[in-house]
């Protein structure tokens, strides 16, 4: 049995931990170094962001500005 493994959750047994952004129009980056991120949408809306340059690889959650 295949189970979908999400990274984030792999490496943190606690999203609740990781700092909040909100998504704009703006291409969402990396809050500390600027590099471009990968993310998993949740069935909640929000993403769960980590950033691809491996020297830093920050975690945080990011979600959708309903205005
Ligand atoms: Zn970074």
């Given amino acids: ?10 490496n943190s047994s ?10 704009n129009d703006q291409p969402m ?3 500390l ?8 949408e949740k069935d909640d809306g ?3 962001h ?3 340059n491996t020297e830093c690889g ?3 959650i990011a979600i959708e500005d309903i205005d």
Avoid: E, P
Avoid at 1 to 10: E, F, G, P, R
Avoid at 14 to 23: F, Q, V
Avoid at 33 to 40: L, Q
């Fill in 1 to 10: 049995m295949v189970t979908k493994v999400d990274i984030i959750d792999a």
């Fill in 14 to 23: 606690n999203n609740n931990d990781l700092d909040c952004y909100s998504l």
């Fill in 29 to 31: 980056t990396c809050g």
């Fill in 33 to 40: 170094c600027g590099s471009r991120t990968h993310f998993d």
């Fill in 46 to 48: 929000t993403q769960a």
């Fill in 50 to 52: 980590q950033c691809l």
């Fill in 58 to 60: 920050y975690k945080f």
